[in-house]
């Protein structure tokens, strides 16, 4: 029997990258899944392929940032599954710009996509995990919380505002059978990732393969995050609230 066996989970940012690999993952531990992102193409063909494999996996197009868009998509969701009690707050992007070249424009979207995002799906979802008795939210957040990385200003800022959202949730909902944990990833081996490399390395900040071997022994791979996700959205963490988990291969360890 699967760790989700009869759950239905949602995951934000699941048509790609660590996203798509936790709802593969989130699949063949047993859930029903429903995927949000603004990828129609990439969302609706990890969607057939997993159905066509026997999986009950649905997409949902949104941009996380808009309420109407997420609560349409939530009800689309939870229409075709079932109530929702796993939730993985996974959508995200980055800026990476010299401090003083940013422009509100970038502030904004960051934190809309980042942050606002988290807000909208918890919102969305909270009320079903309520009504069911109970549920788990996990939110991807970073090292980038709590460790600084120059031309990320603003992406540290909305990591860290991750990490405080988690713990406010779980604080809040405990007695309502609610727990809420962050994922932090070091630098994992996605789209995101690579391009987060190629902009620090042009703007001449060292993350070569040398100084990450150094920080974290290798780069991530999805997978990994998506095994930490599972573990947070499933009765193995029970007692497991409030937490971030750090899957960077000790880079905060040093």
């Not at 008795?133 to 939110?139: F, L, N, T, Y």
């Not at 609610?178 to 391009?195: D, L, M």
Request: aromatic share 6%; net charge negative; with cysteine.
């Amino acid at each position: 029997m699967g760790r989700l066996e009869g759950k239905v989970a949602i995951v934000s940012g699941g048509a790609g990258g660590c996203g798509a690999a936790a709802v593969r993952l989130f699949a063949a531990e047993g859930a029903a899944v429903g995927i949000i992102d603004r990828d129609q193409a990439l969302g609706t063909a990890l969607a057939a392929e997993l159905s066509a494999g026997g999986a009950r996996v649905v997409f949902a197009a949104a941009n996380v940032a808009v309420k109407a868009e997420v609560e349409a998509a939530v009800a689309a969701i939870s229409g075709a599954l079932g109530p929702v009690t796993v939730l993985f707050n996974h959508a995200g992007t980055i800026v990476i710009k010299p401090f003083l070249e940013t422009e509100e424009a970038d502030w904004d979207f960051l934190f809309d996509v980042n942050v606002k995002s988290m807000y909208l799906m918890t919102r969305a979802v909270l009320p079903q995990m309520i009504a069911a008795g109970g549920g788990s939210i996990v939110c991807t957040s970073s090292i980038s919380a709590v460790y600084a990385t120059p031309m990320e200003v603003l992406y540290d800022a909305t990591k860290a505002a991750c990490h405080m959202f988690s713990r406010a949730i779980a604080v809040e909902f405990r007695d309502r059978g609610i727990r809420c944990n962050a994922i932090c990833p070091g630098f994992i081996e996605t789209p995101h990732g690579v391009r987060e490399v190629k902009e620090l390395t042009a703007l001449g900040v060292d993350v070569s393969e040398a100084a990450i071997k150094a920080a974290q022994g290798r780069l991530g791979r999805p997978e990994d995050i998506a095994r930490a996700a599972i573990y947070l959205a499933s009765a193995d963490s029970d007692f497991v609230t409030g937490t971030h988990l750090f899957v960077d291969g000790g880079f905060s360890a040093v």
